[in-house]
T-cell receptor, first 113, second 115 residues
């Protein structure tokens, strides 16, 4: 059974730092891996989606990488800003049943001015 | 405006009283799904629907029912709610899944308390 883990659970950094959020998964038979952002009291917003055949995806200051063989993905945030403060979740869609989506528990990021 | 609309936003009910949480999307998406979010457990998928009249179980389907009679609506039904179903619920939709156009759009959530 696929398990998705995000470490650390919480992270606090000063404004301007570059940072990396980690996501690991146990079953490498995935179709894609997705990163989401969740602000307090709100729904999730899709940030990046990496297909299993891809190594990375970029959007603005965000860069997500995927190493399927080692079961790892990272979300790199460049030049962090207080507005980046939120919970970041990764999720994996399996290749055998594409309807299912398995989420990690999330990393809560605080960027201090 | 393209959106996924859930209602109600907050709901307090008692054990055993049937309830329905509605979810509607205006983007003509084929895929819709329900999740619950609990502290320390992250989001867990309850049910999903690949298209009209096609539904399937996620990881935690016990105690829930869904229907997909039309493309835009995907209601979540709790026939006999219990306190362990107290949670924050999210509905989401996507044009498709396992495809190049996949992108999930989430509703704002429904906070359910079962007393």
């Amino acid at each position: 059974k696929q398990e998705v883990t995000q470490i650390p659970a919480a992270l606090s950094v000063p404004e301007g730092e570059n940072l990396v959020l980690n996501c690991s998964f146990t079953d490498s038979a995935i179709y894609n891996l997705q990163w989401f952002r969740q602000d307090p009291g709100k729904g999730l917003t899709s940030l990046l989606l990496i297909q299993s055949s891809q190594r990375e995806q970029t959007s603005g200051r965000l860069n997500a990488s995927l190493d399927k063989s080692s079961g790892r993905s990272t979300l790199y945030i460049a030049a962090s800003q207080p507005g980046d403060s939120a919970t970041y979740l990764c999720a994996v869609r399996g290749s055998s049943n594409t309807g299912k989506l398995i989420f990690g528990q999330g990393t809560t990021l605080q960027v201090k001015p | 405006e393209a959106q996924v609309t859930q209602n109600p936003r907050y709901l307090i009910t008692v054990t055993g009283k049937k309830l329905t949480v509605t979810c509607s999307q205006n983007m003509n998406h084929e895929y819709m799904s329900w999740y619950r979010q609990d502290p320390g457990l992250g989001l867990r998928q309850i049910y999903y629907s690949m298209n009209v009249e096609v539904t399937d179980k996620g990881d935690v389907p016990e105690g829930y029912k869904v229907s997909r009679k039309e493309k835009r609506n995907f209601p979540l039904i709790l026939e006999s709610p219990s306190p362990n179903q107290t949670s924050l619920y999210f509905c989401a939709s996507s044009p498709c899944v396992g495809c190049s156009k996949e992108k999930l759009f989430f509703g704002s959530g429904t906070q359910l308390s079962v007393l």
